[in-house]
């Protein structure tokens, strides 16, 4: 089953010509996620070819322009096209709000339910078929939430060896027992999964933390991350600056991906407009100095989230 984070936009602010406005869309098995639409998203989408009508969830992070600019003209959008199944969106308070006053004001023309829900408490906020999301409170000058999207465990390896030495035939007993269901072989002997099976393997998991303090807190919710996007918005010689806005810095974000445990991969976004191409390179060396794991993000860019077993 295949995994994979697209980086639509990865500035932060102010869009640039190379550099739209923050959101990444998860694709999982054809089934599309966007955890915050800036301005800029519906761009890159086109860009990259995807189906926008596939995207399930539209999560987002915090009520400021930068993160939210891009959300009426990808609802416009996707009336374009035949949709239907429900679009949910899931936020912090006034994005209920800023929908419904979006869709009055413009008068949009929608062929389709959507269905906002407002965060209210930390916690799991979304279920799918294998998986699930859950956001966590950050610090920001709004209220402002991560979000993780963590699979179930998986079934052990099967062994087709131990079937063969409990004379199971292969076909549909070997898939029964894949499955998770016990089976009674021809002499009557029952069998367990646990017989040919090995033990249960961890799924996969993403984190997004963008437009925060360094909350130590943090490293707890995205422990075992195998991509883990985070804001790095400023230089470390700014701390003070991003403190001030309740930012973070690369190398802090790196801190936090260097106290949990398990993170696989740390993809540094929502830059300062201040920095140039060039000027990146400095926030990624301060971070990779702390947590080597560590990229830059760009526009348009793909990370494939692989399974480590």
């Given at each position: 089953?295949?995994?994979?984070?697209?980086?639509?936009?990865?500035?932060?602010?102010?869009?640039?010509?190379?550099?739209?406005?923050?959101?990444?869309?998860?694709?999982?098995?054809?089934?599309?996620?966007?955890?915050?639409?800036?301005?800029?998203?519906?761009?890159?989408?086109?860009?990259?070819?995807?189906?926008?009508?596939?995207?399930?969830?539209?999560?987002?992070?915090?009520?400021h322009a930068d993160h939210v600019t891009g959300i009426p003209g990808l609802l416009m959008l996707s009336s374009q096209v035949d949709?239907?199944?429900?679009?949910?969106?899931?936020?912090?308070?006034?994005?209920?709000?800023?929908?419904?006053?979006?869709?009055?004001?413009?008068?949009?023309?929608?062929?389709?339910?959507?269905?906002?829900?407002?965060?209210?408490?930390?916690?799991?906020?979304?279920?799918?078929?294998?998986?699930?999301?859950?956001?966590?409170?950050?610090?920001?000058?709004?209220?402002?939430?991560?979000?993780?999207?963590?699979?179930?465990?998986?079934?052990?390896?099967?062994?087709?060896?131990?079937?063969?030495?409990?004379?199971?035939?292969?076909?549909?007993?070997?898939?029964?027992l894949q499955k998770g269901e016990s089976i009674m072989t021809e002499d009557g002997k029952e069998v367990q999964p646990d017989d040919?099976?090995?033990?249960?393997?961890?799924?996969?998991?993403?984190?997004?933390?963008?437009?925060?303090?360094?909350?130590?807190?943090?490293?707890?919710?995205?422990?075992?991350?195998?991509?883990?996007?985070?804001?790095?918005?400023?230089?470390?010689?700014?701390?003070?600056?991003?403190?001030?806005?309740?930012?973070?810095?690369?190398?802090?974000?790196?801190?936090?991906?260097?106290?949990?445990?398990?993170?696989?991969?740390?993809?540094?976004?929502?830059?300062?407009?201040?920095?140039?191409?060039?000027?990146?390179?400095?926030?990624?060396k301060e971070a990779q100095e702390i947590f080597p794991e560590t990229v830059l993000t760009r526009d348009r860019m793909i990370f494939?989230?692989?399974?480590?077993?």
């Open positions: 089953m295949n995994l994979e984070a697209f980086i639509l936009g990865c500035g932060g602010m102010m869009p640039l010509p190379n550099r739209h406005l923050t959101s990444v869309l998860l694709r999982r098995e054809g089934e599309l996620f966007l955890f915050d639409c800036g301005e800029g998203t519906q761009v890159s989408l086109r860009r990259l070819n995807l189906r926008w009508k596939k995207i399930s969830v539209i999560f987002i992070s915090h009520m949709r239907d199944d429900p679009l949910y969106i899931i936020g912090p308070p006034k994005i209920a709000e800023y929908v419904e006053s979006n869709r009055r004001v413009l008068d949009m023309y929608i062929n389709y339910e959507i269905i906002v829900q407002e965060i209210t408490s930390p916690g799991i906020v979304y279920k799918g078929d294998g998986f699930h999301v859950r956001c966590f409170p950050l610090s920001h000058t709004k209220p402002c939430y991560g979000y993780t999207l963590e699979e179930d465990m998986r079934p052990g390896e099967f062994h087709p060896q131990k079937a063969q030495a409990l004379n199971i035939p292969m076909g549909k007993l070997w898939g029964k040919v099976m090995g033990s249960a393997r961890q799924g996969r998991k993403f984190s997004f933390v963008t437009d925060s303090l360094a909350l130590q807190e943090i490293s707890t919710h995205v422990i075992g991350s195998d991509l883990f996007i985070c804001e790095g918005m400023f230089s470390q010689d700014l701390a003070e600056d991003a403190h001030s806005k309740k930012h973070m810095t690369a190398a802090e974000a790196a801190g936090i991906a260097a106290s949990s445990q398990g993170i696989k991969k740390l993809a540094l976004i929502h830059y300062s407009p201040r920095y140039i191409e060039y000027e990146l390179k400095q926030l990624l494939p989230i692989e399974f480590h077993d």
